[in-house]
């Protein structure tokens, strides 16, 4: 089945312990990005990534990194998580940049930093 | 600044009744995507449409684009309560950026 997975789907965490979320794909996609989603803001993205080894940022990527050492896998680290990033994180994955496909999401990981 | 601005943010109708969300974009684009969120979900893909006069339809609901008005929208049709949700619309700029460029959002909720 086609598909993104994200892990973990749920995680408590306090101030300043390092965390990473994992997102792969199976659809050999190129394109693949994180989100966040806050009430009233929409999703807004955090960083993406065109291909192996070439990433870039986003519209919010302050305290975040990412990396993409394999096709199918974009994890996100945050290194000291603060109670600002507390948010629902979604990753997604597109065949590549302007194809004729959509983003396909993540299941979405909800993170809270005390 | 890149911006996507949806409205209305919320609406409440009755089954039956007709409304159009709308979408507009600062940005010179060609695709233009809309999500559908259930509560607590992930984003599912409704509509892609790839350029101006795209129009595409699924069930209730049919999405327009209109790029020379920087202008999409989502008309729903005898509405369902089974169409309540919230719906993203999202853009790809054409140039000068790989990001994409997500709207608020529009919650809808569809009275019985």
């Known amino acids: 089945e086609a598909q993104v997975t994200q892990n973990p789907r749920y995680l408590i965490t306090v101030t300043g312990k390092k965390l990473t979320v994992t997102c792969s794909q199976n659809?050999?996609?190129?394109?693949m990005s994180w989100y966040r989603q806050d009430p009233g803001l929409g999703l807004r993205q955090i960083y993406y990534?065109?291909?192996?080894?070439?990433?870039d940022k986003g519209d919010v990527p302050e305290g975040y990194k990412v990396s993409r050492k394999e096709k199918r896998n974009f994890p996100l680290i945050l290194e000291s998580p603060s109670p600002n990033q507390t948010s629902l994180y979604f990753c997604a994955s597109s065949l590549r940049r302007r194809s004729t496909d959509t983003q396909y999401f993540g299941p979405g990981t909800r993170l809270t930093v005390l | 600044e890149l911006k996507v601005e949806q409205n209305p943010l919320f609406l409440s109708m009755q089954e039956g009744k007709n409304y159009t969300i709308y979408c507009n974009y600062s940005t010179t684009s060609d695709r233009l995507y809309w999500y559908r969120q259930d509560p607590g979900k992930s984003l599912e893909s409704l509509f892609v449409l790839l350029s101006n006069g795209a129009v595409k339809q699924e069930g209730r609901l049919m999405a327009s684009l209109d790029t020379k008005a920087r202008l999409s929208t989502l008309h729903i049709t005898a509405a369902v309560h089974d169409l309540s949700a919230t719906y993203f619309c999202a853009v790809e700029p054409t140039s000068g950026t790989y990001k994409y460029i997500f709207g608020t959002g529009t919650r809808l909720k569809v009275l019985a």
């Open positions: 990534s065109m291909n192996v080894e070439v990433t």
């Open positions: 659809m050999n996609h190129e394109y």
